[in-house]
């Protein structure tokens, strides 16, 4: 059982940034895929951007540029900095890990981006 929590959320202007951080329960270099993801008001779910163990992130079109993703193996912590955020960033985002098939969720941290 993979353990995971968020913080970093909050309230920011447009065009602001914030930097979420999420810590695991487990070794973070021993998990082969993290990522954040996200889900706005009356929206699926969706990826916003993920990490593998040798460090190669993968983006949402939405995300590029303007997103990074990274991991602390020494914190067990990932991190997901935010720049230039758009109200339609607006969403509560999740910490995922993968591992083995199974896929591992935090409780959330909510972002609101005000215009």
């Known amino acids: 059982q993979v353990q995971l929590e968020e913080s970093g959320g909050g309230l920011v202007q447009a065009g602001g940034s914030l930097r979420l951080s999420c810590t695991t329960s487990?070794?973070?270099?021993?998990?082969?895929?993290m990522g954040w993801y996200r889900q706005a008001p009356g929206k699926q779910r969706e990826v916003v951007a993920t990490?593998?163990?040798?460090?190669?992130?993968r983006y949402a079109d939405f995300a590029k540029g303007r997103f990074i993703i990274s991991r602390d193996n020494v914190a067990n912590t990932v991190h997901l900095q935010m720049n230039s955020l758009k109200p339609e960033d607006t969403a509560v985002y999740y910490c995922?890990?993968?591992?083995?098939?199974?896929?591992?969720w935090g409780q959330g941290t909510r972002i609101t981006v005000s215009s």
């Open positions: 995922n890990a993968l591992i083995g098939g199974e896929a591992y």
């Open positions: 487990q070794r973070v270099f021993r998990i082969p895929s």
């Open positions: 990490i593998t163990d040798s460090e190669t992130g």
